[in-house]
């Protein structure tokens, strides 16, 4: 097994769904996928065939899933990748540079990182989703190092580092910070943050200049964190969840709406806009697909969104509307009645809903995108009223 990990029996819903949302990223370098493109797309460096990328992505999974161990995951899958024709050396072509290289495929090493890269960041990422719901009891992360023999000194210096769950510090500092890390962080209690010698000043980043190998693209990353792993795997995926339907709809060639439908049932399914409500900056989840409607308002895509925000208003102390009533909104602008009421307040669909009606208000950003303004129940007299004062939007 790689020292320093081992799978829980049955992960996380938040650990498991961080690898099941993953569209599929054929890349040919590491550095040529950004942090932010990691977050939604599977990808391993010269796995640019989907046959091979499929194989790997599917047995990460199952072995995430399974609590599979190294040894047994890697004895498994080694003769399909060799009958796939990826193992050992082999010549291929750069994309980037137009040149052949003798490109490193399979090897017993590359499996170790795969799955070390893949679990840890999984890990990671469900961590800090959980953390946004149960940051009011467990308010506090605290830096640990973890059990190798050696310790990077950057990494050592954030020992026992306690600040608030939502501190800018684990915007960059959230583990693991390079290749093979093995730090964590805990979350903690305020009694234990106290019992421990309370909350750490905010130490001061230092940042650094790397140049990217592949795209000339300088850019600042902290001292201490290897490059490619600056950044928190969980706030990275609620700030691309829009990318990653995106991507799944690519990878699916965009023959159909039913994937896209599904990507989002499944999303508001889980737990995961729960958490992404409790967070302190914005970010915008897709909430439905609507070709027909997008054609008839001249939007962009088809895609609707709607932001953490709005999500936190009615899902707060004094909810109106449970987040997972958010699945609804796509049956409500299909089959809901539509009614303009002016520039000021746009487009609200209505539709009865367990009883009781509920109205979807819709909105054009300046820039051609549809969004969901609000989302709220309300009585079926003030629909009546609407419907008389304004009629039917298109008819």
Same mark, same amino acid.
């Given at each position: 097994?790689?020292?320093?990990?081992?799978?829980?029996?049955?992960? $996380?819903?938040?650990?498991?769904?961080?690898?099941?949302?993953?569209?599929?990223?054929?890349?040919?370098?590491?550095?040529?996928? $950004?942090?932010?493109?990691?977050?939604?797309?599977?990808?391993?460096?010269?796995?640019?065939?989907?046959?091979?990328?499929?194989?790997?992505?599917?047995?990460?999974?199952?072995?995430?899933?399974?609590?599979?161990?190294?040894?047994?995951?890697?004895?498994?899958?080694?003769?399909?990748?060799?009958?796939?024709?990826?193992?050992?050396?082999?010549?291929?072509?750069?994309?980037?540079t137009g040149k052949m290289i003798k490109a490193q495929l399979?090897?017993?090493?590359?499996?170790?990182?795969?799955?070390?890269?893949?679990?840890?960041?999984?890990?990671?990422?469900?961590?800090?989703e959980r953390a946004q719901r149960t940051k009011a009891a467990l308010p506090y992360f605290v830096y640990s190092l973890g059990p190798s023999q050696r310790h990077r000194p950057d990494h050592q210096a954030q020992s026992g580092i306690t600040l608030p769950v939502d501190d800018p510090f684990w915007d960059v500092w959230f583990t693991p910070n390079g290749w093979r890390c093995k730090c964590w962080v805990r979350q903690i209690s305020k009694t234990e943050a106290d019992r421990n010698g309370g909350v750490s000043d905010p130490p001061e980043i230092e940042m650094k200049e790397w140049t990217n190998p592949r795209t000339g693209e300088t850019i600042k990353i902290p001292e201490g964190i290897d490059p490619g792993w600056q950044g928190n795997p969980g706030k990275n995926r609620a700030r691309t969840q829009i990318d990653n339907l995106n991507l799944k709809m690519e990878n699916a060639g965009k023959h159909s709406s039913a994937l896209p439908k599904q990507v989002i049932n499944e999303l508001w399914r889980s737990k995961a806009p729960h958490s992404y409500s409790k967070m302190n900056e914005r970010v915008h989840l897709p909430v439905a697909y609507v070709p027909g409607l997008a054609s008839k308002l001249d939007a962009k895509t088809p895609l609707v969104a709607v932001s953490s925000d709005t999500i936190a208003v009615k899902v707060g102390k004094h909810k109106t509307i449970e987040a997972n009533k958010f699945e609804q909104v796509q049956r409500v602008l299909e089959e809901g009645t539509p009614i303009d009421r002016g520039p000021q307040k746009g487009l609200s669909f209505w539709l009865e809903l367990d009883g009781s009606m509920h109205a979807v208000a819709l909105k054009k950003s300046g820039d051609g995108y549809l969004y969901i303004a609000t989302f709220f129940q309300a009585s079926g007299k003030r629909f009546d009223a609407l419907k008389a004062k304004h009629g039917i939007w298109g008819e």
């Open positions: 097994m790689v020292a320093g990990f081992k799978f829980d029996t049955k992960p $996380s819903p938040e650990v498991a769904g961080f690898l099941d949302k993953k569209g599929l990223k054929p890349s040919f370098h590491w550095a040529d996928v $950004s942090p932010r493109e990691h977050a939604f797309g599977f990808t391993v460096a010269k796995a640019t065939r989907l046959d091979v990328l499929t194989t790997l992505f599917d047995e990460v999974k199952r072995a995430q899933r399974n609590g599979i161990p190294f040894d047994a995951w890697a004895k498994d899958l080694e003769p399909r990748l060799e009958k796939l024709g990826w193992w050992g050396k082999q010549d291929m072509l750069d994309p980037k399979g090897s017993p090493r590359r499996l170790k990182t795969i799955y070390w890269a893949n679990t840890r960041s999984a890990r990671a990422a469900g961590l800090w």
